[in-house]
């Protein structure tokens, strides 16, 4: 009975240790670019606020409609706009990242089915403390996709 008291207490210790940052972020607005008939790869978009009093990362997503998920960024290299992977999206304690199109995004590679509009995406953020969050990403056309968020003035 000891034993079952002690491993209970260290489920609720291990919950509690990796509740962390997803307990402390919200998303909002996220949607996935609906790609082009045969297109290998697109993008997902949203804002993550930081409500925590600690910085929080994001390191990776992942997602079932794409074989490969990656953090990315676009950067002016001599003067030509590229799309790079970047290693982590830093959220400022009360802050937020804004993933939008020409910046901060999740693309989606090799996607493994087209997809329509309307579709729905889970899209699992893992956080630098091991924690996740998941959220349903919105399938739209890209003309749709341009709209602003919300009220967000970015």
Do not use: C, W
């Not at 790609?35 to 993550?48: C, E, K, L, R």
């Not at 982590?88 to 493994?112: F, Q, S």
């Not at 699992?124 to 890209?142: E, W």
């Amino acid at each position: 009975m000891k034993q079952l008291s002690l491993l209970a207490a260290g489920l609720v210790f291990s919950a509690a240790v990796f509740a962390g940052a997803a307990d402390n972020v919200a998303v909002q607005d996220p949607y996935v670019r609906l790609a082009p008939p045969n297109a290998p790869a697109t993008g997902a978009f949203m804002v993550i606020k930081n409500n925590g009093d600690k910085d929080v990362k994001v390191l990776k997503a992942d997602n079932p409609a794409s074989k490969v998920t990656e953090l990315h960024t676009h950067l002016n290299e001599g003067g030509v706009m590229k799309m790079r992977p970047v290693p982590a999206v830093d959220i400022k304690a009360k802050g937020e990242a804004v993933l939008k199109p020409g910046g901060l995004h999740i693309m989606m590679i090799d996607l493994k089915a087209p997809m329509k509009e309307g579709d729905v995406v889970p899209i699992t953020l893992t956080f630098d403390d091991g924690s996740t969050k998941t959220v349903d990403a919105k399938v739209v056309r890209p003309m749709a996709a341009g709209m602003p968020m919300s009220d967000h003035k970015h």
